[in-house]
């Protein structure tokens, strides 16, 4: 079994930056692909980036690139997601998602397995 913890959400100003962070405990070693997505209630979840550990291939939202980046720490089974130009719309609950089959960057939320409890991000402006 695998966990994810999230941690690192926060009320911020519009422009500031963040960094969440996923932490991968159980059978993390398995894990070939993490990704974040994020929720507003009432929509649908999206995607918002994505890594394969052995490689570090990546993959963004059209909405984030640029200003958000993934990244993993293999020996601390961490992935980060650095959130820079933060803007009111990306004001979400962010989730931290992984799997063990997947080997390239995936957008669709049902491919992962294993998810983590969601962290709040507020934006204002």
């Known amino acids: 079994q695998v966990s994810l913890v999230e941690s690192g959400g926060g009320l911020v100003q519009a422009g500031d930056s963040l960094r969440l962070s996923c932490a991968a405990s159980g059978q993390s070693v398995s894990l070939y692909a993490m990704g974040w997505f994020r929720q507003v209630p009432g929509n649908e979840r999206e995607f918002v980036a994505a890594i394969i550990r052995s490689d570090i291939s990546t993959m963004y939202a059209d909405s984030v690139k640029g200003r958000f980046t993934i990244s993993t720490d293999n020996a601390k089974n961490t992935v980060y997601l650095q959130m820079n130009s933060l803007e009111p719309e990306d004001t979400a609950v962010y989730y931290c998602?992984?799997?063990?089959?997947?080997?390239?960057?995936?957008?669709?939320?049902?491919?992962?397995?294993?998810w983590g409890q969601g962290t709040q991000v507020t934006v204002s402006s």
């Open positions: 998602a992984a799997d063990t089959i997947i080997r390239q960057p995936r957008r669709t939320w049902t491919d992962y397995r294993y």
